[in-house]
């Protein structure tokens, strides 16, 4: 009898998806920064966000850490190098990275902060724009 009620209380777990965003002009600022790194530390930053969409919110330190208002950090160091993704948890398990940049300073700097959440705010304009356009088409 436990076991059948402990089935019925289980949540279905969600499914992570990683997704990169867009600019509204077609850039894509996460795939610049892949593009822009060695190979070695691309294949780590390429496994880590494997990982980020296996665990989604469980994922931690040192991998992931929360920067500030919903943004995230993705942590990767390659040797004496050290390179972090920006990302923000949207709806259904969709987990969008903002970008990405070699990291040179102690702190994560304010001006890549501020960038992630700019790129969030676009985000979400546009998907609201694109829900709002296909309920005024039906």
Known sequence: MAIE???EAR?????FQVEFYDT???RTPT??????????MNAKMVGLMEILEEKGHSLREPYSAPLEDGIFELRAIQGSNISRALFFFYVEGR?????GFIKKTQKTPRAQIELAKKYRADFLRRQQAAVTSK???R
């Open 31 to 40: 795939q610049e920064f892949l593009d822009s790194l060695e190979p070695k």
């Open 135 to 137: 309920k005024g088409s």
């Open 24 to 26: 509204e002009d077609g």
């Open 5 to 7: 009620l402990f089935q």
């Open 95 to 99: 987990i969008v990275i903002t970008h």
């Open 11 to 15: 949540v279905e777990q969600v499914q």
